[in-house]
């Protein structure tokens, strides 16, 4: 059962700080005679909702988050199965085992999986990120058995049919000839790869033409073997079950499953630089440059977590944030413009983004930079800090609207080794984040002068400005971008 | 990716509400039915309320029954342009400051444009209720953007296009299969409109455009979540209910004439990475009883990977990397479209052979038992899944009002589509998958230009 801890007390809080908030609004505007808003009404309590949790024998946690709403019923497990796992030169064997899953058990061909999930209108599939790897569910209530049936055969008993690893592979070649042509693929590809070289989380999780050739069904099956293991693994059941009936189909289903050693991954050994790198993919068929600037983020357990969170608000991680301001509504340069924090068990990744027609690739470029560097200058302001918190901290109902906006939240918490205390804590936390430790952060943590950029597009139309601002840049023709070396340098023949 | 474009094609199908099992296989769950309350105000907005108190969160949508159908000739994309413009101030509400504060409250805002309507939405703590409403009333009444505001926003959109349209692999597909299939009919150009065009805006139209459609006798607000209803309709009343009435809604929009022959076109370019083939037939309006049955078909031809185009030309033959059918419901008549995209070195040719087999088969023969309850299955699946929160809620009540004018049918769609039986797919195969009604384009990369220099039926963007 959940603590009775009230959300009111952090809604009322914000509704205070936005009337300090709008005050600041209102002197920068014109000084036109307004009509004064409609005040809001009293905010209502509300409780992160209750969940229970068990851990089965073999060490599989199991979840359980009721939802009596609609008639379904949606079983996510979360494994220590991504990319950050896959042995050097196998880019893509975590995508490879997830799709392959469900394309075989030793009871169902291919055909036989698809037939039955289509048939009551369900889904079933799996999928990888960066450290964890997904195998989900979903099927209306009156299918629970069947849930719960399809998705331990396919996680306990895959087959991996050979002639289903030539049709994925096939598939996943002509996947990625389409996604060679997507500038924003490259940009988000080469930033990773630049930023971590050769650990792990800088691999395309694709994979690349040449390693997905190398793929063997042994491969695929003894990464499954060693990481489809229930230590470390979380089962979130949602929706319309009642808890001691979840846990005990959970048991049926996955009580069998072998218990295996919970996977770690090597600390991060990320290259080092002093200065900005700036690398550009030619595609010169390009009319938009794709624009990225990152470095090694933070890692989920870091103390820094929540200021980074509102940090990130504040730089770009909500529409009304200084990159949309400075890029998109000041001088129309993109139709967006945001930043990000890829939060792993080791230090993920930091990045920029944005992109903009050819010819102001370094006008946006200098903006990035410049919003960069502004929050490493001045402190925010009370009236730019009170609305990023309370945009984090207000959004809380609606995160919590359906049982898999809640399974995701504590999914997320579970995964990084934080429990009901910190999910119930997180909102006082944001609120007490400060403008001195939002500038601290910027100064310590962000290092815009030592950040690597890419920009995907057509290189003769901005190569000079760039050149004479900035100084070196590296420019590889896309056709000759390689994921698999930390330079995306294919050797020379 | 050709994915996300397809699943927005797909996104325009009609939802399905639900109704008691039939066959012993059918799903035996029931989608909650929707209580919807509604209220007119005496100067014609449609107010509708859908009251749930799980959350302390509500939905407000406000859909202008205007789309890029209704975009007047060399103002392609104004509708989409003008969208943008909403966010630029009202009397009472400075630039951005609608967004900002929906931001600020914690709220997820934003808006959509397509052929027949624009769509503004946001969700939020429900405390906030009444402010949503005020700042929505003040942009319907009094929208007031400057010049600086309109140009620098039209350059943003410009962005927008290339980002989706002219950068992106396939990005031009969607705009070339409406040039070919539409001759008459502005459903012929995509809502984002031409380049040309809106470099030709001004900020007269911008003024034009928001006295003639934006009136409350054209647009209807959802309200959906924790809400009192009562209290909802007094602050409505408040806030919209001294908006004046506009003029009548001009409908003059040219029909699309009956096609008599099979089109054909073939499109090169350096952005189309492999073959595709798409194959469209002209359908009647969203409100036409036959949609139900051409959408049963669509779920047949590639609902999954069981579905007959996925499991004949990905699995089997391995031609494809995607391929299925699909209705685009529209408020004017539609179209059914196969669609194909092909692996390397396959040939277009062989592509259309099978996608035309496809259509073929569902003329020639019924399709099975097994088949039509899988795809009215799915329907309710789609549906159980699809009205989880109270935006989705607001969504499917709106769309049942603005574009099939029958609110009712938010919870009557599931019983219209228990009724379709074999002989209905068959008998709408027949009526709309006819050669005559049908155009064929071949989008195909740069590289299998021709070339000896003959002429190509190539259009220029």
Known sequence: MSTPRSWKTTLTAAGLLLATAAAGLAQAAPAAKKATPP????????????????????????????????????????????????????????????????????????????????????????STGIEAAYATAAVTADQIDLGFDLLSDVVLHPSFPQDELERWRRQALSGLQIDLQNAGYLADNALRKLIFGDYPYGRPTAGTAQSLAGLSREDLASFHQRFWVPGGAILAVVGDVKPADAFARAERAFGGWKKGDVAELPALNAPKSDKPRIVVIDKPDAVQTEIRLGQVGIAYRDPDLFTAEVYNVVLGGNPSARLYEEIRRKRGLSYGAASFFQQETQPGFFEVSTFTKTESTVDALGLAFEVLHGLQEQPVSDAELNPAKTFITGGFPLDVETAEGIAARVLEAMHFGYGREFLESYDDRISKVGAADIQRFARERIHPDQMTVVLVGNASGFLDPLKKKYGEVEVIPAAEVDFLRPDLRAPKP | MPKARIARLAGLILLAATAPALAADALKVTPPKLEVREHKLANGLDLLMYEDHSVPAATVEVWYHVGSKDEKKGRSGFAHLFEHLMFKGSANVGP???????????????????????????????????????????????????????????????????????????????????????????????????????????????????????????????????????????????????????????????????????????????????????????????????????????????????????RRMIYEKQMAVAAGGQTIALEDPGVFFFYSILQPGQKPEDAEKELLAAADKLRGEPVSDAELVKAKNQFISELVFGRQTAQDKADAIGNAKVILDDVTLVNRQVAEYQKVTAADVQRVARTYLTPENRTVVYMLPESMRPKTGEKSEEKKP
Do not use: C
Request: aromatic letters at 8%.
């Open chain 2, 96 to 310: 951005e400051e609608h967004k900002n504060f929906i931001s600020s409250i914690g709220g997820r805002y934003n808006a959509t444009t397509d052929f027949d309507r624009t769509l503004y939405y946001q969700s939020f703590p429900s405390n906030y209720l009444e402010r949503v409403l005020w700042m929505e009333a003040d942009r319907m009444r009094s929208l007031d953007v400057s010049d600086e505001n309109f140009k620098s926003e039209r350059e943003v959109v410009k962005e927008e296009r290339r980002l989706r349209v002219e950068n992106p692999p396939f990005g031009r597909l969607f705009g070339v299969v409406l040039d070919k299939t539409f001759t008459t009919h502005p459903y012929r150009i995509e809502t984002i409109g031409s380049m040309a065009d809106l470099n030709a805006a001004t900020i007269q139209d911008v003024r034009d455009f928001h006295s003639t459609y934006y009136v409350p006798n054209n647009a209807t607000v959802v309200v959906s979540g924790d809400l009192n209803p009562e209290q909802t309709v007094q602050w409505v009343e408040k806030y919209f209910g001294s908006i004046p009435k506009g003029k009548p809604i001009p409908r003059d929009i040219p029909k699309e004439p009956a096609q008599k022959a099979e089109r054909r076109a073939v499109d090169y370019h350096p952005n189309t990475p492999l073959p595709a083939v798409v194959i469209t037939y002209h359908i009647p309006e969203a409100i036409h009883p036959d949609i139900y049955a051409l959408q049963v078909a669509g779920n047949i031809l590639s609902a999954g990977e069981s579905s007959r185009l996925y």
């Open chain 1, 39 to 126: 005040p809001p009404a009293a905010a209502k309590e509300i409780h992160f909702p209750s969940f229970e949790q068990k851990t089965l024998p073999n060490g599989l946690r199991v979840v359980v988050i009721e939802q009596h709403e609609q008639p379904l019923v949606s079983l996510r497990l979360m494994m220590n199965a991504g990319k950050a796992y896959e042995p050097a030169g196998k880019a893509g064997l975590a995508e490879a085992t997830a799709s392959l899953v469900t394309k075989g058990t030793a009871t169902r061909n291919a055909q036989q999986l698809a037939e039955t999930i289509d048939f009551v209108g369900g889904n079933l599939g799996a």
